[in-house]
């Protein structure tokens, strides 16, 4: 059950190093101040998260809630939208995709708190 999410959260961490390294060394000097921020601040929360990814697969491995499953869902969801739309942004400068970035970081809050119910459980 647990194997998907050291998968996904493995493969989301390669490719949180990839963008940030990418961000750091060929965006540098092509995106203004801002959209260097906004590709750091992706790059990182993809990162954290990648890393609780691999962490709820983990426990799910050693048989922790299924609770768990919904936080790693939510997580996911987060991870890809917020991170997702802060690195379109950047790139595109389009205002509205800065509007979606909060419904990211309502996923990833969202899967902190169900994270916190499942530890409540054990």
């Known amino acids: 059950m647990?194997?998907?999410y050291i998968s996904l959260g493995a493969l989301l961490g390669l490719l949180g190093?990839?963008?940030?390294?990418?961000?750091?060394h060929a965006l540098e000097g092509r995106l203004t101040e801002k959209g260097m921020a906004q590709w750091q601040t992706a790059s990182h929360y993809q990162l954290v998260h990648?890393?609780?990814?691999?962490g709820i697969g983990?426990?799910?491995?050693?048989?922790?809630?299924?609770?768990?499953?919904?936080?790693?869902?939510?997580l996911t969801a987060g991870i890809v939208?917020?991170?997702?739309?802060?690195?379109?942004?950047?790139?595109?400068?389009?205002?509205?995709?800065?509007a979606?970035?909060?419904?990211?970081?309502v996923g990833m809050i969202l899967g902190w708190g169900l994270l916190i119910?499942?530890?409540?459980?054990?």
């Not at 190093?17 to 750091?24: H, I, K, P, S, T």
């Not at 990648?50 to 691999?54: D, G, I, P, Q």
């Not at 979606?100 to 970081?105: A, E, H, I, R």
């Open 17 to 24: 190093v990839v963008l940030g390294a990418f961000g750091r």
């Open 81 to 98: 939208i917020f991170s997702g739309s802060l690195y379109a942004l950047a790139l595109s400068r389009i205002p509205i995709l800065g």
């Open 50 to 54: 990648a890393v609780l990814l691999v």
């Open 58 to 74: 983990v426990w799910l491995q050693t048989g922790g809630p299924k609770l768990l499953v919904q936080a790693g869902m939510c």
């Open 2 to 4: 647990g194997k998907p």
């Open 100 to 105: 979606v970035t909060p419904l990211g970081g």
């Open 117 to 122: 119910l499942a530890a409540r459980k054990v």
